[in-house]
């Protein structure tokens, strides 16, 4: 394990020995320690703003978990500087800036998922709705074929039926047929229709959501 990776390690554990032999917290002379390297110095910093920092930042968090981890990445961050910050007046406030503005990278990196994401989403949509309507189109480019292909008597019946929205009983006056006729017919016709789309694989799907759009 590398140096820096263990030392994080043993903060998080908050050695209770180490507090216990620095009663006092002198921040002065903590920080002198840190940036000679004092893992002791790190660990009594780490410890003293770990729940100081937490109750800080949980307001501004989604989650206690996401709070938790920017506390991790700030106090971490600490051991990386640590030969930077012996003049600083308050390592508190510079704590706090750092988690606030880890905290805001975090966010704008969620905000910009969320955008990307939507994107996608709105494009993929899109492209869907394309697709359908193409299928759609094609799909009543092969039923008006099939229609065409019906007898004489059937083509007439069925275009009563779905086009002009006419009873059996109507179509049977119309027609000077008996209502059983066209009922025969009528079905006969469907069954070709079906089948001539259903010999059409590629329109297979399509036809199972909207046959009943157009019959």
């Given at each position: 394990m590398k140096a820096n990776a263990r030392?994080?390690?043993?903060?998080?554990?908050?050695?209770?020995?180490?507090?216990?032999?620095?009663?006092?917290?002198?921040?002065?002379?903590?920080?002198?320690?840190?940036?000679?390297?004092?893992?002791?110095?790190?660990?009594?910093?780490?410890?003293?703003?770990?729940?100081?920092?937490?109750?800080?930042?949980?307001?501004?968090?989604?989650?206690?978990?996401?709070?938790?981890?920017?506390?991790?990445?700030?106090?971490?961050?600490?051991?990386?500087?640590?030969?930077?910050?012996?003049?600083?007046?308050?390592?508190?406030?510079?704590?706090?800036?750092?988690?606030?503005?880890?905290?805001?990278?975090?966010?704008?990196?969620?905000?910009?998922?969320?955008?990307?994401?939507?994107?996608?989403?709105?494009?993929?949509?899109?492209?869907?709705?394309?697709e359908e309507d193409y299928l759609l189109k094609q799909y009543h480019i092969i039923a008006r074929d099939a229609i065409n292909r019906l007898s004489d008597k059937q083509r007439e019946i069925f275009l009563l039926r779905h086009s002009g929205d006419l009873s059996l009983a109507e179509i049977a006056a119309h027609t000077g047929s008996t209502i059983p006729a066209v009922q025969k017919n009528l079905t006969r016709a469907v069954q070709f229709i079906k089948a001539c789309l259903i010999n059409n694989k590629d329109w297979t799907s399509l036809w199972i959501i909207s046959i009943y759009s157009f019959f």
């Open positions: 030392i994080f390690v043993v903060c998080a554990l908050a050695d209770t020995t180490i507090i216990n032999t620095h009663p006092t917290y002198n921040e002065k002379e903590l920080l002198l320690r840190l940036a000679e390297g004092d893992e002791q110095a790190y660990t009594r910093i780490y410890c003293h703003f770990q729940q100081r920092l937490l109750k800080f930042i949980l307001p501004f968090s989604i989650d206690r978990t996401e709070a938790e981890e920017v506390v991790q990445d700030t106090l971490f961050k600490i051991w990386t500087r640590r030969e930077t910050l012996a003049g600083i007046n308050s390592l508190e406030h510079y704590i706090q800036r750092i988690a606030r503005n880890l905290l805001i990278d975090r966010q704008r990196e969620r905000a910009v998922q969320q955008k990307y994401y939507g994107q996608i989403l709105s494009t993929d949509r899109i492209e869907a709705q394309a």
